[in-house]
Every structure is written in structure tokens, then in C-alpha cells.
């Protein structure tokens, strides 16, 4: 995963159901004041659990430690709260048993 791309990548055309840590992410991204690892806001809102699962796609064949790191610079990137990070990193984790 990269983040500064991830970042980019939400700044870029309409995000459908996009709540208010999304949008206070992209407002302090898109200002150019922070990098991405600053503009994280302290929400443990749904969000990022919302679109956590394909973060997982990658790592399917491998399942190395570099998932977990994955998931939680994702979860991290807009949702910057343990409660949020700890969340896709438990469900990601159950997807990860299930398949």
C-alpha cells in the first residue's frame, strides 16, 4: 500500500456515501499544509472499516506481516484513532479466516 497514492487517490473524483472525516482528510490534504500522516482525523467513525476489506486482495498468496501494516496505514490514513484502527485490523483479520 502506498498512502501518499491512497491520499491522491480519495482527492480524485466523487466518493459515494463519504462522511465528515473523509471530507476534514481531504480538506487538509488537498491544502498541501500537511502530509498524509498529519491530515488523519481523530474519528472512529465507520469509514474506514467501511473500505478496508480490498487492502486485503494483495496479500491473499502471501499473508506476510505486511498486511497488518497495510490495514492499518489504510484504516490510519483518514481515521486516525486506535478504536477505527483496531476495528479493520480485527475484521480484516476475520476475512482473512474466512477465505
Not at 502506498?2 to 490534504?29: M, S, Y
Amino acid at each position: 500500500l502506498n498512502p501518499d497514492h491512497l491520499a491522491a487517490r480519495f482527492c480524485r473524483g466523487q466518493i459515494w456515501g463519504i462522511g465528515g472525516t473523509v471530507k476534514a482528510f481531504i480538506r487538509e490534504f488537498e491544502s498541501g499544509a500537511k502530509p498524509w500522516y498529519q491530515c488523519g482525523q481523530p474519528s472512529a467513525g465507520n469509514g474506514a472499516l467501511m473500505r478496508i476489506a480490498p487492502v486485503l486482495i494483495p496479500h491473499l498468496k502471501t499473508g506476510t506481516l505486511a498486511l497488518w501494516a497495510d490495514v492499518a496505514l489504510a484504516a490510519m490514513l483518514t481515521h486516525n484513532d486506535s478504536a477505527s484502527t483496531a476495528a479493520c485490523l480485527s475484521f480484516v483479520r476475520m476475512l482473512w479466516q474466512f477465505v
